[in-house]
């Protein structure tokens, strides 16, 4: 008798145990975009459990316990956590980091990731290049990117001179410069107004002459302007003003004048082509 009341309570426990436990299925998306988020990392806390999403962003786990806590983890999204509270379906949706790594660089055609690139590439943003008054945009470089000297004109509307790779050639050492995905074939950018620049990225290796041929020989310097976005109107307004005073020049009279003249005839020995009232000199 006592060996089936034995029996019967570890039934009874095995039971129990396996009610403890369920399996949790889900979908682990985008927040910003609603995209299935593919080979994402779904582990039970405190446990090695886990797996990892499939191509459409389902993920399956299996003998979870009722009172444990889902992690999900994604590279470029924040850390989520979520309690199974018994539940056999749970989906996640992950924010994206704002990290320096994951930011967009133009490169060549196309765009990459901070992180991926394995060039040599500077990156200054429009609001940098907006401190400091500057007729051209080339001229806002100076000091701020290793590599890339910036020596300026001088002149109003004058074009500063910009070496990236050095002096490397009787023709010319100026880089190409690309504005929206265009090359130019001139140095000369004083028509893009400082305030539409949205970034600059300088290509400095040689590689860049994979992309755009023997014109980027000098380097490249890559300019995206400011575009329209939806959402609210939104208006920026920005102005400088300066003022300089200039001394007033001595300038010689009309009399004075006429007798420098009129010296100048008598050392020549000759008589002066016009009369004049005033001889009193």
Same mark, same amino acid.
């Given at each position: ?7 019967l309570c570890l039934a009874m426990i095995g039971l129990s145990v396996m ?70 379906? &749970? !989906?996640?949706?992950? $924010?994206?980091? *704002? ?8 490169? #060549?055609?196309? %765009? +990459? ?15 940098? &290049? !907006?401190?400091?008054? $500057?007729?051209? *945009? ?8 290793? #590599?890339?000297? %910036? +020596? ?82 939104h208006v920026d307004f920005s102005a400088s003003v300066g003022w300089q005073h200039i001394a007033k020049p001595s300038i010689a009279w009309a ?27």
């Amino acid at each position: 008798m006592k060996k089936y009341i034995l029996t019967l309570c570890l039934a009874m426990i095995g039971l129990s145990v396996m009610a403890q436990t369920l399996t949790v299925t889900g979908l682990v998306s985008s927040k910003s975009d609603g995209e299935p988020l593919i080979g994402a990392t779904v582990r039970v806390k405190g446990t090695s459990q886990g797996t990892a999403t499939d191509i459409d962003g389902n993920y399956s786990l299996k003998n979870v316990a009722a009172d444990a806590t889902l992690i999900f983890n994604y590279v470029g999204y924040q850390e989520v956590s979520i309690p199974v509270n018994g539940r056999n379906v &749970i !989906n996640a949706e992950m $924010a994206e980091t *704002a990290s320096s790594l994951d930011e967009l660089v133009v490169v #060549g055609y196309g %765009v +990459a990731k901070k992180s991926d690139l394995t060039s040599s590439i500077s990156t200054i943003k429009g609001s940098e &290049i !907006n401190e400091m008054v $500057a007729g051209n *945009a080339m001229d806002a470089l100076q000091g701020r990117m290793p #590599g890339v000297q %910036v +020596a300026s004109g001088g002149g109003p509307g004058s074009n500063p001179k910009v070496m990236i790779r050095g002096v490397t050639s009787v023709n010319g050492s100026d880089p190409l410069y690309v504005v929206d995905g265009v090359p130019l074939n001139t140095n000369n950018i004083n028509f893009i107004n400082n305030n539409d620049i949205e970034s600059m990225e300088v290509l400095k290796d040689a590689s860049a002459s994979a992309i755009y041929g023997t014109r980027a020989s000098n380097g490249v310097i890559i300019i995206t302007t400011k575009k329209g976005k939806a959402g609210k109107t939104h208006v920026d307004f920005s102005a400088s003003v300066g003022w300089q005073h200039i001394a007033k020049p001595s300038i010689a009279w009309a009399d004075e004048y006429e007798q420098v003249f009129k010296t100048r005839y008598s050392n020549d020995g000759r008589v002066a082509p016009w009369g004049s009232p005033y001889e009193n000199y």
